[in-house]
T-cell receptor, first 111, second 114 residues
Framework: LAKTTQPISMDSYEGQEVNITCSHNNIATNDYITWYQQFPSQGPRFIIQGYKTKVTNEVASLFIPADRKSSTLSLPRVSLSDTAVYYCLVGEGTGGFKTIFGAGTRLFVKA | DTAVSQTPKYLVTQMGNDKSIKCEQNLGHDTMYWYKQDSKKFLKIMFSYNNKELIINETVPNRFSPKSPDKAHLNLHINSLELGDSAVYFC?????????????FGNGTRLTVT
């Protein structure tokens, strides 16, 4: 399984764009990159998933360079309610898949 | 309608007891999981079932026994509870057993063993 490395914590202010980068140097050909958000006392919630280039949805954008050894989650104009832990995961696209969560990035948005 | 629901939300019990946590998903997903989140907030996979068949069993003591009566349910039974079992247990499901199928989590069961 590809291991991921992301910053332990980040601070931001309301209205700013936040970019969280995740390194996954040994990502395999079949691996997808998935980001989750977790609030206290809740289960992780799926944010966005990508395989290569750029993916955008109503919540975030995911930038993946050509070598796929890293990815950047971009949250536009964060609000206080975006304070949470963000997990980057890389997993196989084949059977027997198991999602391994790392320590995540604790984002704290200040007023 | 809650997509992945687990009960109870809180469970306080004494060492040595046996307890169960129930999980149900109404998403029509093929695969269900149990995760454990300890006090350091690391999420660790415990079990995975695909179409009622156990496919992942991650070095979990055999005091923990999952049971999947059908594709929509995955229950977790724990025998002879120990202090170290105190954690938050999350149930999750995914459409398929692949990395391209995102997980949908329940809101967790906080187990406290005294």
């Amino acid at each position: 399984l590809a291991k991921t490395t992301q910053p332990i914590s980040m601070d931001s202010y309301e209205g700013q764009e936040v970019n969280i980068t995740c390194s996954h140097n040994n990502i395999a050909t079949n691996d997808y990159i998935t980001w989750y958000q977790q609030f206290p006392s809740q289960g992780p919630r799926f944010i966005i998933q990508g395989y290569k280039t750029k993916v955008t949805n109503e919540v975030a954008s995911l930038f993946i360079p050509a070598d796929r050894k890293s990815s950047t989650l971009s949250l536009p104009r964060v609000s206080l309610s975006d304070t949470a832990v963000y997990y980057c995961l890389v997993g196989e696209g084949t059977g027997g898949f198991k999602t391994i969560f790392g320590a995540g990035t604790r984002l704290f948005v200040k007023a | 309608d809650t997509a992945v629901s687990q009960t109870p939300k809180y469970l306080v019990t004494q060492m040595g007891n046996d307890k169960s946590i129930k999980c149900e998903q109404n998403l029509g997903h093929d695969t269900m999981y149990w995760y454990k989140q300890d006090s350091k907030k690391f999420l660790k996979i415990m079990f995975s079932y695909n179409n009622k068949e156990l496919i992942i069993n991650e070095t979990v003591p055999n005091r923990f026994s999952p049971k999947s009566p059908d594709k929509a349910h995955l229950n977790l039974h724990i025998n002879s509870l120990e202090l170290g079992d105190s954690a938050v247990y999350f149930c999750a499901s995914s459409r398929k057993n692949t990395g391209s199928s995102p997980l949908h989590f329940g809101n967790g069961t906080r187990l406290t063993v005294t």
